[in-house]
């Protein structure tokens, strides 16, 4: 189950990338800043997204980002 839960943060950090926005994280909060061209749809669904992996997310962002 957890394998999967990473599958789907990572491909949620790969899509938003490819849209343009970036997310961040201090290791407890998560930041997304979007462009003006991703509409309010999209960019509420990627923090519908995000929120839902939220650890997964964090976790990941802070492994890429050690060292």
């Known amino acids: 189950m957890m394998s999967t839960r ?4 990572e491909f949620i950090l790969r899509e938003a990338r490819a ?3 970036r997310v961040g994280t ?3 909060d ?3 800043l979007a462009p ?3 509409s309010w749809d999209s960019r509420r669904t ?9 650890q997964e997310i964090i976790d990941l962002i802070m492994a890429e980002n050690a060292g």
């Open 6 to 9: 990473k599958q789907a943060a």
């Open 26 to 28: 201090d290791g407890t």
């Open 19 to 21: 849209a343009g926005i």
């Open 46 to 54: 990627f923090e519908v997204a995000v929120d839902a992996h939220r």
């Open 36 to 38: 003006l061209k991703i």
């Open 30 to 32: 998560i930041v997304l």
